[in-house]
């Protein structure tokens, strides 16, 4: 038997820092979703592991991972969705408050070959790496390679039950996590080669009266290793993952049907089961059979004849779906966010709200929330809507792009009654300035792979703010957020 251990967070992560720019909203939780099946595809026994909240390591150093951002509610809002869906999927989810997901891995990972099961550990973290033997697997996340204790030492020049001092050493920039100063992969690499393990390292060290040249370490290499003895037992708790998570792995144990990842297609058609048509045999003499003709269906008997008032349908029945109470919108906003093609909103509260926005527009309910975006957690309209409503309000004589390039976009408005039309361009250089958030993320932004309707959409959405502010006043479109 082999279990698939998945660390869903290290997944959502990954998708998260990738998928910034993607108009779906959702973009991460159907994308984590889709990821998982595919790795669960085929695999009778599947686990999923994910964090909790802070862990144990954030009360053993207020340090722990302090550099990171807050963690972002819309990115644990992704991973929430997503937990939902593979739960209807039937998949066993495992998150334990204190213990992180790879403490998680970690114990069940003990438990299975403790109990004659192979494992396979699907993550992109490199303590989990530790973990490692003729049992267990690594598969990476980032390139899809399977590590052995063989393939782990080719990579980094320890073995797998080195890794804790490894990372230890070398310590973690992603967790905050302070190394010993001076020493990097190699130097880590070498010391656990020609020593073993820190103790032992240490022990020769003082057998030596804690003479460098005798351990053959330059004078700089042992004070900063006399340095971090002290802050070595807090570093190796930190580094080192617990086996003693209390979750039940009997489910994981139990066959659950693998389904193909080729059958979650969206595009795949959902059949009922076929009926079976009864079968009556022919005369000896004939070996074919036909099916009995199928019954026809008993109706119910017509009841007693009664006058009736006939009351007229409207033509307008496609309006018959727009809400026209309050309660109405209500419950249609809870449709739709149950729904999950709406879950960025956070609530269904937030569809409401973003339904009744429209309204004051003119939109209609699914209109509203097509048209409207969730950007840094508010609602934000389309360049294009923005156009639109300047030139419905009939306020304006034209509303025209009069040159478009990949450097420069440039729009020409005029406002009835008014002698003279506005012309505004934006250029690249102009959105380079505005643009904070360094050149990575610019390289991954709207701005570096459709240049020109970026420009298109900036340039539009100032002029008709300018021109159109009573129409526009506290209206922004999506492309005016970087």
Same mark, same amino acid.
């Given at each position: 038997m082999?279990?698939?251990?998945?660390?869903?967070?290290?997944?959502?992560?990954?998708?998260?820092?990738?998928?910034?720019?993607? *108009?779906?909203?959702? &973009?991460?939780?159907?994308?984590?979703?889709?990821?998982?099946?595919?790795?669960?595809?085929?695999?009778?026994?599947v686990?999923?592991?994910?964090?909790? =909240?802070?862990?144990?390591?954030?009360?053993?150093s207020?340090?722990?991972?302090?550099?990171?951002?807050?963690?972002d509610?819309a990115?644990?809002?992704?991973?929430?969705e &997503?937990?939902?869906?593979?739960?209807?999927?039937?998949?066993?989810?495992?998150?334990?408050?204190?213990?992180?997901?790879?403490?998680?891995?970690?114990?069940?990972?003990?438990?299975?070959?403790?109990?004659?099961?192979d494992?396979?550990?699907?993550?992109?973290?490199?303590?989990?790496?530790?973990?490692? #033997?003729?049992?267990?697997?690594?598969?990476?996340?980032?390139?899809g390679?399977?590590?052995?204790?063989?393939?782990?030492?080719?990579?980094?020049?320890?073995?797998?039950?080195?890794i804790?001092?490894?990372?230890?050493?070398?310590?973690?920039?992603?967790?905050?996590?302070? =190394?010993?100063?001076?020493?990097?992969?190699?130097?880590?690499?070498?010391?656990?080669? !020609?020593?073993?393990s $820190?103790?032992?390292?240490? +022990?020769?060290?003082?057998?030596?009266?804690?003479?460098?040249?005798?351990?053959?370490?330059?004078?700089?290499? &042992?004070?900063?290793l006399?340095?971090?003895?002290?802050?070595?037992?807090?570093?190796?708790?930190?580094?080192?993952?617990?086996?003693?998570?209390?979750?039940?792995? !009997?489910?994981?144990?139990?066959?659950?049907? +693998?389904?193909? &990842?080729?059958?979650?297609?969206?595009?795949?058609?959902?059949?009922?089961?076929?009926?079976?048509?009864?079968?009556?045999?022919l005369?000896?003499?004939?070996?074919?059979?036909?099916?009995?003709?199928?019954?026809?269906?008993?109706?119910?008997?017509?009841?007693?004849?009664?006058? $009736?008032?006939?009351v *007229? %349908?409207?033509?307008?029945?496609?309006?018959?779906?727009?809400?026209?109470?309050?309660?109405?919108?209500?419950q249609l906003?809870?449709?739709?966010?149950?729904?999950?093609?709406?879950?960025a909103?956070?609530?269904?509260a =937030?569809?409401?709200?973003?339904?009744?926005?429209?309204?004051?527009?003119?939109?209609?309910?699914?209109?509203?929330?097509?048209?409207?975006?969730?950007?840094?957690?508010?609602?934000?309209?389309?360049?294009?809507?923005?156009?639109?409503?300047v030139?419905?309000?009939?306020?304006? !004589?034209?509303?025209?792009?009069?040159?478009?390039?990949?450097?420069?976009?440039?729009?020409?408005?005029?406002?009835?009654?008014?002698?003279?039309?506005? %012309?505004?361009t934006?250029?690249?250089?102009?959105?380079?300035?505005?643009?904070?958030?360094?050149?990575?993320?610019?390289?991954?932004?709207?701005?570096?792979? #459709?240049?020109?309707?970026?420009?298109?959409?900036?340039?539009?959405?100032?002029?008709?703010?300018?021109?159109?502010?009573?129409?526009?006043?506290?209206?922004?479109? %999506?492309?005016?957020?970087?």
């Amino acid at each position: 038997m082999e279990v698939v251990l998945i660390d869903l967070h290290a997944i959502a992560h990954m998708l998260w820092h990738v998928s910034g720019s993607d *108009p779906n909203p959702d &973009a991460v939780s159907v994308k984590t979703v889709e990821r998982v099946r595919a790795l669960a595809s085929n695999q009778p026994h599947v686990a999923i592991c994910t964090d909790s =909240g802070k862990s144990f390591r954030h009360e053993l150093s207020a340090e722990y991972k302090a550099t990171r951002p807050e963690s972002d509610a819309a990115l644990q809002h992704q991973i929430a969705e &997503a937990i939902d869906v593979l739960k209807e999927d039937g998949f066993p989810i495992y998150a334990v408050k204190g213990f992180e997901s790879d403490d998680l891995i970690a114990t069940a990972a003990a438990y299975l070959t403790e109990h004659q099961v192979d494992v396979t550990i699907v993550t992109s973290d490199k303590d989990l790496l530790a973990l490692v #033997n003729e049992h267990v697997t690594v598969k990476s996340l980032r390139d899809g390679s399977l590590l052995t204790p063989q393939a782990v030492h080719d990579k980094f020049g320890v073995w797998p039950v080195q890794i804790p001092d490894y990372l230890a050493l070398v310590g973690d920039t992603s967790d905050n996590i302070q =190394g010993a100063k001076g020493i990097g992969p190699k130097t880590a690499a070498r010391l656990l080669a !020609e020593h073993g393990s $820190l103790d032992a390292m240490y +022990a020769q060290y003082s057998a030596n009266g804690n003479a460098p040249f005798h351990l053959g370490f330059t004078p700089a290499l &042992a004070t900063n290793l006399r340095e971090f003895r002290k802050r070595l037992p807090l570093v190796r708790q930190l580094v080192t993952l617990r086996t003693d998570a209390p979750i039940n792995l !009997e489910p994981v144990l139990n066959h659950r049907i +693998a389904v193909n &990842a080729n059958d979650f297609h969206e595009g795949a058609p959902m059949l009922p089961d076929a009926e079976i048509e009864p079968q009556v045999p022919l005369p000896e003499d004939d070996d074919r059979s036909i099916p009995l003709p199928t019954p026809e269906p008993q109706l119910p008997p017509m009841p007693a004849a009664r006058s $009736l008032e006939l009351v *007229p %349908t409207t033509t307008e029945w496609d309006r018959q779906l727009e809400p026209r109470s309050i309660h109405e919108a209500k419950q249609l906003a809870q449709d739709l966010f149950a729904s999950r093609l709406f879950s960025a909103y956070g609530h269904p509260a =937030g569809v409401l709200a973003t339904i009744l926005a429209g309204r004051e527009l003119g939109l209609p309910a699914i209109a509203s929330l097509r048209a409207f975006h969730i950007i840094d957690g508010k609602p934000t309209m389309s360049a294009s809507l923005l156009r639109a409503l300047v030139l419905r309000s009939g306020l304006a !004589e034209y509303f025209i792009c009069t040159a478009r390039t990949d450097t420069a976009a440039t729009f020409t408005t005029k406002r009835k009654g008014d002698p003279n039309d506005v %012309t505004l361009t934006y250029t690249l250089e102009e959105a380079r300035i505005a643009w904070s958030k360094g050149d990575e993320a610019w390289k991954k932004s709207g701005w570096a792979r #459709n240049c020109a309707d970026m420009l298109v959409a900036r340039s539009s959405s100032k002029l008709a703010r300018l021109v159109y502010a009573d129409i526009l006043e506290g209206l922004y479109s %999506t492309e005016e957020f970087d």
